[in-house]
Every structure is written in structure tokens, then in C-alpha cells.
């Protein structure tokens, strides 16, 4: 580890300290070429999710950029924020799942998750969203979807 104060690659490490949820060490090093005395911190480097985009690019999963939208279609619908912050949280919890093994999801398998949850919520939220993520182009597609999920028990479409 370089010294901050000298530049020296030389040093020894004094003390080690697990954080309380033992995601992070902190390491008190001392310098051996001066005797400066700081701090370095070791945590894993986990590898991001990323989300793999209908054109093929990929962008790190932005639960924000998600949360977003959710509450766009969400808007002036009788549904606390605790609800939603929940369903956030499942969400990222299932997305999370559902790329363990390669760290990817796919946009529309992502789009899937929040449509399964919206359904199970409130159906207007979920055409709202349904609207957007599976880019109708008129009013037709609308009222199929419409039509598709009022003649459902709780089942949405593939969901």
C-alpha cells in the first residue's frame, strides 16, 4: 500500500477491524519508511447487475431510474409509499435473482417483474406502465390490454 505522506510501497499493518455487518475491514497500516500512520478499508468488489437492453446494449440496473416510472404510473392512484417502497424492494430483490448467475436481466424480463407486481396492486397502474414498457401505438391496444386483464381472476397476461 503506497504512503500517502512519503510514497514508500513499505508498510505493516497495525490493527484490523471487521465492520458490524462484516461487509467491510479497516486496516490502521503504519508506514515503514516514514512511520506515518494511516487508514485503508477492504470490502468485495461485487460485480454490478446489469440490465441487457432490447438494441443489445447493457446499463448497471438503476432501481431509481426504475422507481421512477413505477411511480409515474403510480400518479394520483390511492397507493401509499410504503406500498410502493415495498414492492421497489421485492422487486430488486427478484431482479437480483433472476441475474445471479451472469449478473444480467433483461430489460423485458425486468419490465415482466414490475408488470407481475403492478397487476397485483392496481390494474391502472399497471396499464399505465404496461402503455409505455410495451410501446402501444393506439388506443386499440390499449382497450385490448384493458379487455385482457378485466376478464382475468388475478392472472395477468403470461403472468
Known amino acids: 500500500m503506497k504512503c500517502p505522506l512519503c510514497g514508500s510501497h513499505e508498510d505493516k499493518v497495525v490493527e484490523s477491524r471487521q465492520n458490524a455487518s462484516g461487509t467491510e475491514i479497516r486496516r490502521r497500516r503504519e508506514c515503514l519508511g516514514c512511520g506515518y500512520r494511516f487508514t485503508s478499508y477492504e470490502r468485495v468488489d461485487e460485480k454490478k447487475l446489469m440490465v441487457v437492453k432490447r438494441d ?25 409509499v410504503q406500498v410502493i417502497d415495498d414492492m421497489l424492494h ?3 430483490e427478484e ?11 433483461s430489460s423485458s424480463d425486468l419490465g415482466e417483474i414490475v408488470l407481475k407486481r403492478l397487476f397485483a396492486i392496481d390494474r391502472v397502474a399497471y396499464v399505465r406502465f ?6 402501444f401505438d393506439n388506443v386499440d391496444e390499449f382497450i385490448s390490454e384493458i379487455r385482457e386483464i378485466g376478464g382475468q381472476n388475478g ?5
Open 95 to 105: 431482479a437480483v435473482l433472476h441475474g445471479r448467475m451472469n449478473h444480467e436481466i
Open 155 to 159: 392472472e395477468g397476461r403470461g403472468l
Open 130 to 135: 404496461a402503455s409505455v414498457y410495451r410501446m
Open 90 to 92: 421485492d422487486i430488486e
Open 56 to 80: 443489445g446494449r447493457r446499463e448497471p440496473f438503476d432501481l431509481a431510474k426504475l422507481e421512477r416510472g413505477i411511480r409515474i404510473s403510480m400518479e394520483k392512484r390511492p397507493i401509499s
